[in-house]
């Protein structure tokens, strides 16, 4: 399965676990906009520092592959 597939299921899966949890919810709209809001922001910045230490990794192996500094292990 390529990649491409499982990240448009993901996406999908979360856009409709979204989409019921705000038809059912218990709690008046705002407070459940304002919920989801909140969530998306934490996984926001979750991806972000992911990616970060992620690219900051590949930075170092580059640059040790190359000899421009000193060898991270």
């Known amino acids: 399965m390529s990649t491409g597939k499982v990240l448009l299921g993901v996406i ?15 709690a008046k709209g ?16 979750s ?10 990794s590949l930075s170092d192996k580059f640059k040790k592959d190359k000899g421009y500094g000193p060898a991270v292990e």
Not at 12 to 26: F, S
């Open 12 to 26: 999908a899966g979360v856009a409709t676990g979204a989409a019921l949890g705000v038809l059912l919810a218990p």
């Open 30 to 45: 705002s407070e459940t906009r304002d919920k989801i809001s909140a969530r998306g922001k934490d996984y926001t910045d």
């Open 47 to 56: 991806v972000k520092d992911k990616f970060d230490k992620v690219k900051e």
